[in-house]
């Protein structure tokens, strides 16, 4: 099997156990995001300064960033967001949270 099917296939079963990272963000958590009101973690236990984030207006591409967590806020913030990521299941999550807000 190729590591990218591996991996695939471990995030999706830890996201159907209600991984931390598989969980994406409720639309309150948008809707806070929207007037910049945001937490953004890329490791376990330290917050992205929000002054990193001066987002509006320019491109992110997410490498292994679904789950609705990263590109949502990112999206809220002003930006155009690409993503990719190996787990189909992290990947619905964003679709399923683009949808739902409308982007």
């Not at 806070?32 to 929000?50: C, E, H, I, N, Q």
């Not at 001066?54 to 155009?80: D, F, N």
Request: net charge neutral; hydrophobic share 30%; glycine share 10%.
């Amino acid at each position: 099997m190729r590591y990218q099917e591996e991996n695939s296939k471990m995030i999706d079963k830890w996201c159907k156990e209600g991984w931390k990272w598989g969980t994406k963000i409720d639309h309150e958590t948008y809707l806070r995001a929207l007037k910049g009101d945001f937490v953004l973690y890329l490791t376990p236990t330290k917050p992205v300064p929000s002054s990193w984030l001066e987002v509006k207006g320019k491109k992110v591409l997410g490498l292994a960033s679904g789950g609705g967590q990263q590109m949502p806020i990112l999206h809220a913030l002003g930006a155009e967001c690409t993503l990719l990521d190996y787990s189909e299941m992290q990947c619905q999550s964003d679709r399923e949270v683009a949808e739902r807000e409308g982007y």
